[in-house]
């Protein structure tokens, strides 16, 4: 019987390593493959700034496939990369949102552009590093469910892929501990075994995302602004709307006597809202762009598990669908900083069952009155 070929995405890190050894055991030709997407030409920007895609990474994954006898090339994906996850991430700032780049890079560039050119050189399968499963529902569908450990669960930046993509993924990391994934590069002597990981956001390796969209927006920037309270009382001046998010306490050089916290961002009015704590909590919200994995819709009220940031623990809550393409998400206990632009992924047994971008404001339809609005603009 023919090999069935899967190409691993290779990021020149230890999980992406033993993915590509363990599907070689599994007896697949495995072809590496590491994206190129960082943007300026020269090498020695690429070495200090690349993250998991610069120049040195391509070289680990490099050595990697050649210590397992495996083929390894480097596809550019820098203009899909631009378009699709940095020119996304810098308008959803100057919006009021906070945007998740990965969810963006994972849906349309590791999978989306990565897939397209495997499928086209006769792959059957493309792998990654992450740490998830890909399982069949109750429902007959496929979705990403929870790895072995929590620690290092993944799943919800992988909640917007589509059954197209699914049918055609393998996640071989998502079986293992980090630990066991750490021993088994170190038994089979691959020089990634003891390579930290990567925590930051690849394109913005010094952490300073105001910069960023400085540099990138241009005369767009927004400038410094009132921040005020909830009913527009001035409370002082911010340093521009993309130096913000919600639930932040920190950086606000306001002298009110007790810590504050962002509670909303206005783009329109160039406005930073400032509350209490007990202003951060909600217990609703409402998201759209909805991709629905493991379930196929949302023809009546259901209750699940809610995660609404990638570190946030879940929340149970009854999701119900209230437009074409908007989810209003109803929590049993209130939840901490509810942020415009990130995801809110809806969880049942510890599989994805879909999720959608959280919305700033909402109206809906009122049988009786028209129309009833929650908050003042969508």
């Known amino acids: 019987m023919e090999k069935k070929k899967v190409v691993v995405g290779m990021s020149g890190g230890v999980d992406s390593s ?16 590491t994206m190129q997407i960082w ?12 993250g998991c895609c610069g ?12 210590q397992l006898g495996i083929p390894h090339y480097v596809m550019n994906f820098k203009e899909e990369f631009k378009c699709r996850v940095m020119d996304y991430f810098v308008e959803e700032y100057l919006a009021g949102r906070t945007p998740n780049p990965c969810i963006a890079c994972n849906r349309y560039v590791k999978w989306e552009s990565m897939l397209k050119r495997s499928l086209e050189i006769g792959a059957d399968y493309i792998a990654t590093g992450h740490y998830a499963r890909i399982m069949v529902t109750r429902e007959g569908r496929y979705a990403v469910c929870s790895s072995v450990t929590a620690k290092k669960d993944q799943t919800y930046a992988l909640y917007n892929l589509t059954q197209e993509q699914l049918a055609h993924t393998l996640m071989p990391v998502g079986e293992y501990t980090k630990e066991e994934i750490r021993a088994i590069a170190a038994r089979e002597g691959l020089v990634t075994a003891h390579k930290p990981d ?19 927006a241009g005369e767009r920037v927004p400038e410094e602004g009132n921040f005020v309270t909830a009913q527009g009382q001035i409370l002082g001046r911010h340093l521009g709307i993309t130096h913000y998010t919600v639930g932040q306490r920190k950086g606000l050089n306001l ?9 909303e961002i206005r783009a329109k009015t160039n406005e930073v809202v400032i509350g209490e704590a007990e202003d951060v909590f909600g217990d609703t919200l409402y998201c759209n762009n909805i991709n629905f994995m493991g379930m196929a819709d949302l023809p009546r009220p259901r209750e699940v598990l809610a995660k609404i940031r990638y570190a946030h623990g879940g929340e149970r809550c009854v999701i119900e669908q209230v437009a074409e393409d908007v989810i209003k998400c109803s929590f049993h206990a209130p939840v901490r900083a509810i942020t415009p632009g990130q995801a ?18 909402y109206t809906i339809p009122s049988v ?10 969508i």
């Open 198 to 216: 990567s925590q930051e956001i690849c394109f913005i390796p010094d952490h300073d995302y105001a910069a960023f969209i400085e540099r990138e």
């Open 255 to 263: 002298a009110m006597g007790h810590p504050v916290f962002v509670t």
């Open 39 to 50: 943007q300026d030409e020269t090498r020695e920007v690429q070495e200090e700034n690349g």
């Open 18 to 33: 033993v993915a590509a050894y363990l599907l070689k055991e599994q007896g697949y030709e495995v072809i590496g493959v």
């Open 55 to 66: 120049v040195s990474a391509a070289e680990d994954a490099g050595r990697i496939a050649g």
């Open 344 to 361: 809110a992924v809806f969880y049942e047994d510890g599989c994805v069952l879909g999720g959608g971008t959280i919305m700033k404001n």
């Open 368 to 377: 009786n009155k028209g129309i009833h609005a929650l908050n003042h603009d």
